[in-house]
Nanobody, 118 residues
Framework: QVQLVESGGGLVQAGGSLRLSCATS????????WGWFRQAPGKEREFLAT???????TTYADSVKGRFTISRDAKNTVYLRMNSLKPEDTAVYYC????????????WGQGTQVTVSS
C-alpha cells in the first residue's frame, strides 16, 4: 500500500555532498517513520537514520552522525543530505518506511547507487 522511490544517487568526489530523495506514495497515512539504509558490496545492510512522520524526530547511526542529515517535507518526501563524503560511503542507498515505532521497515524502495571517488 506504500511505494517508495529513491533518487539523487550518482558519482561524487571525496569531500563532496549529495542529497538523496525518497518520494512516498500510496497509503502514506500508515507510515510511522522512514529510514535510510545502505549496503556495500559483500556487506550487510547498514542502518543510517530514521525520521518520524508526526514530530520529525530523528535518529542516526554513529558512523554518519554529524555528516548526514535526514529530513522530510509536507509532501512526504524524505531526504538524506550527505556531506564530507568518503570513498567508504560508496554503497546502494535504500529508503524504507515502517508502520510501527519499533518494528523493522515494512516497505522498501529500489535503491540508488552512490559512488564516492578518491
Amino acid at each position: 500500500q506504500v511505494q517508495l522511490v529513491e533518487s539523487g544517487g550518482g558519482l561524487v568526489q571525496a569531500g563532496g555532498s549529495l542529497r538523496l530523495s525518497c518520494a512516498t506514495s500510496g497509503r502514506t497515512s500508515s507510515i510511522y517513520k522512514w529510514g535510510w539504509f545502505r549496503q556495500a558490496p559483500g556487506k550487510e545492510r547498514e542502518f543510517l537514520a530514521t525520521i518520524t512522520w508526526s514530530t520529525a524526530f530523528t535518529t542516526y547511526a554513529d558512523s554518519v552522525k554529524g555528516r548526514f542529515t535526514i529530513s522530510r517535507d509536507a509532501k512526504n518526501t524524505v531526504y538524506l543530505r550527505m556531506n564530507s563524503l568518503k570513498p567508504e560511503d560508496t554503497a546502494v542507498y535504500y529508503c524504507g518506511a515502517s508502520k510501527t515505532p519499533v518494528g523493522e521497515m515494512d516497505y522498501w524502495g529500489q535503491g540508488t547507487q552512490v559512488t564516492v571517488s578518491s
